[in-house]
């Protein structure tokens, strides 16, 4: 008895000593070539924001492959892990889940709207791994303590002060706003109204609607009781169609001030030019005379045929500013000090690039850079956020056609 | 808040409501007939609507040929999952219908994914200003929308009370053995029903389409309203349903006067509360002994 328990513990003794030996021969092995990072993509591919997500998560590949036919940054290729949030935080936050704890997933990339980056944040923050988004929510700048989170669109803070600037200066007298009922739209109309209210002002209806309705006649109805000049939409583009539809038929003749994302030239397309013609949109300009912008239209339009949407833009300049991150970081960095770097690859000073490779080589003989990104020049703030110029839209003859650059005192 | 503007919800209340009523009474003929609530009803709607962007697309962009054309699609969808999901399931539990009604529903809303994207699509429709009879503003396209609806409606209730085939669905609802005992097909009553709820459903997707726009989540995002409103009418009432359909739109469209808007749908539930509390059975609604 004894005997054959003191067997088993030697046999045991040995079958552990070669483990150990299997383990140590393999972590040698590991050491050789460096590990792939582990890139998950959160997209809205359905939903209310099913019409950017596929093209951001088409930009991601693309920027992706330039990363990896480049050698990888730091040497590490990408490996892409990507998920549909839905458009919805509760659907963002199982695949979140998914993607941190099962892929083991290094940075989230590709974060479109405000609620899904709010409650995937603690999932993120807590596994000290990145995040990047094109939310606006100001509260997210509040909630991210880690420093881990990046805003690559600008800030419904400053959209709505935009929109308040842009009234003024055409000389607009009497407001109203309608507002979808998230926590990004509302924040837009509530910034709107401060700094409308700061400039001396008043904001005649202030309506916060339900969003997914047949007719929106009645908020309608309220929001033009006090007979306004001018009218804030701050919304989506499936709702805002309805509204226009809607406010056309009423009648009424007023102004709008909406958001970019809400009015596009395809929604133009199925208003006709009276309604196009009252529409002013206001959104990040992306940086179309930058190097980076044109070489990524290109990119683009030769993978999928059709010309990239401003979200688009943005998720590619994730990844890249991402794979310089890494690159400064070195090979072997933590997400968190890879997030450390980031300000360094992006912010002023250094010599301008436009692409990875070009970063990647001045990198590497040790000189400092500064990424103009293909959605803007990115120069990080604070908290993770971007002081983007903001591109002043209207419409003539029914086509998009830009009509002012403004930049806002920071 | 002055009586124009309460008007003026009450007939956008009016014209929801009577837009609604022909998928909440597909689901309360569905109900009445096959026993079970139709989950589905909803994406039929959707897959109306895009079948009338495709009609519009490539066939015709008249508002007559497009919406019968999306009708007659839908019709023959409805036929298509009766015969191949509903009819095997027709003897079983009527929860197991239920639940591969809300599977039909992924597939149809899925597919149509699949096929057209993500992104929101226009039916054409001419738009034109609000006739204002002294701050009371109708909308034309409302009215003429209204006015469909209010046809199909009663089409629907001629056929149930008025025609031979109606006597039978109404005995094949009432109690489906003794129905087959005297000699009714089954067979051919929900071929009927399943057709009328196709049309029906897909009129009310065209319908919304030219309201709204047209997006994969269309009908379904209508459901559970249609749900309630056929419950506050009465299970398995067709005039129940559009009554129901008629005051839950109204309600929401005045109750938004005087609270938040973002509050009106809660409103328009807690009236389904109270008339349920007075009438459990709905407003139209028999109480049926269990035996």
Redesign the interface.
Same mark, same amino acid.
């Given at each position: 008895m004894v005997r054959s328990l003191v067997a088993n513990r030697r046999q045991f003794g040995q079958l552990a000593a070669g483990l150990a030996a299997a383990l140590a021969g393999s972590g040698a092995a590991f050491a050789q070539g460096a590990q792939p990072f582990r890139l998950g993509a959160l997209n809205s &591919? *359905? =939903?209310a924001g =099913?019409?950017y997500? +596929?093209g951001m998560l088409e930009a991601i590949k693309i920027a992706m492959t330039q990363v990896n036919d480049a050698g990888g940054a730091a040497g590490r290729k990408f490996e892409l892990f990507a998920e549909d949030d839905q458009t919805k935080p509760d659907a963002a936050v199982l695949a979140v889940k998914k993607l941190v704890e099962i892929n083991r997933v290094e940075a989230v990339v590709g974060i479109w709207p405000s609620s899904v980056q709010l409650a995937t944040l603690p999932i993120t923050n807590a596994a000290g791994i990145t995040s990047f988004n094109t939310c606006g929510a100001p509260e997210i700048e509040m909630v991210d303590k880690e420093d881990l989170v990046w805003q690559f669109y600008a800030s419904n803070k400053m959209i709505g002060r935009v929109f308040a600037e842009v009234a003024k200066a055409r000389g607009f007298k009497n407001p109203a706003v309608l507002a979808y009922?998230n926590s990004t739209m509302v924040a837009q109309a509530e910034y709107f109204r401060k700094t409308w209210e700061e400039g001396g002002g008043k904001v005649g209806e202030f &309506?916060?609607?339900?969003p997914?309705q047949? #007719?929106y006649?009645?908020?309608l109805?309220?929001a033009l009781?006090t007979k306004p000049d001018i009218v804030v939409l701050s919304s989506y583009? +499936?709702d805002v *169609? &309805?509204l226009l $539809?809607?406010w056309?038929? #009423?009648?009424a003749e007023n102004k709008f001030i909406t958001p970019g994302w809400a009015v596009t030239q $395809?929604v133009a397309d &199925?208003? =006709?030019p009276e309604?196009s013609s009252q529409i002013t949109t206001i959104s990040n300009v992306p940086a179309s005379n930058n190097d980076a912008y044109a070489k990524f239209v290109d990119a683009f339009k030769k993978v999928t045929g059709t010309e990239p949407e401003m979200f688009a833009a943005c998720a590619y300049d994730m990844v890249i500013v991402l794979a310089l991150a890494i690159e400064l970081a070195g090979p072997t960095a933590t997400p968190k000090e890879i997030a450390s770097k980031i300000r360094s690859v992006t912010n002023a000073p250094g010599t301008k690039v436009s692409t990875f490779i070009e970063g990647r080589d001045l990198l590497k003989k040790g000189e400092e850079i500064d990424y103009e990104g293909a959605s803007s020049s990115l120069e990080f703030g604070e908290f993770g956020n971007t002081t983007p110029a903001f591109g002043v839209y209207g419409f003539d003859d029914n086509k998009l056609a830009l009509k002012e650059v403004m930049t806002l005192p920071s | 808040m002055d009586w124009v503007t309460i008007v003026n919800a009450v007939i956008n209340g009016a014209v929801v409501g009577l837009l609604l009523a022909l998928p909440a009474l597909a689901v309360t003929l569905v109900f009445g007939i096959a026993r079970f609530p139709n989950a589905a009803t909803g994406d039929y709607m959707t897959f109306g609507a895009y079948a009338a962007v495709m009609t519009q697309m490539f066939v015709s962009t008249s508002l007559v040929v497009t919406a019968l054309l999306a009708s007659l699609a839908t019709g023959l969808l409805a036929l298509f999952f009766y015969g191949w999901v509903f009819r095997s399931l027709a003897n079983r539990s009527p929860v197991a219908s239920l639940i591969a009604s809300i599977g039909i529903a992924f597939v149809v809303r899925s597919s149509i994914t699949f096929f057209a994207g993500q992104s929101p699509y226009n039916i054409q429709a001419p738009l034109v200003r609000a006739w204002n009879f002294s701050g009371i503003r109708v909308l034309p396209t409302d009215l003429y929308i209204a006015a469909t609806a209010a046809v199909a409606l009663a089409a629907v209730f001629g056929l149930l009370h008025f025609t031979s085939l109606g006597r039978r669905m109404r005995a094949v609802a009432d109690n489906p053995e003794l129905a087959s005992a005297s000699g009714i097909s089954i067979r051919r009553v929900m071929l009927t029903l399943w057709s009328i709820v196709g049309l029906f459903s897909g009129l009310g997707g065209v319908l919304l389409g030219i309201k709204a726009v047209v997006m994969p989540e269309l009908g379904w995002e209508l459901l559970l309203t249609i749900f309630a409103s056929v419950i506050l009418g009465g299970l398995g009432s067709p005039i129940g349903a559009v009554c129901g359909m008629l005051l839950f739109g109204i309600s929401q469209e005045v109750a938004s006067l005087y609270v938040g808007t973002a509050y009106k749908i809660v409103l328009a539930f807690f009236v389904i509360l109270c008339v349920l509390l007075v009438r459990p059975q709905g407003m139209f609604g028999k109480i049926i002994a269990v035996r």
């Open positions: &591919i *359905t =939903g =099913g019409a997500g +596929p009922n &309506i916060v609607y339900e997914n047949t #007719s006649r009645t908020e109805d309220r009781a583009t +499936p *169609t &309805i $539809k809607e056309y038929q #009423s009648g $395809k &199925i208003l =006709g309604i | -």
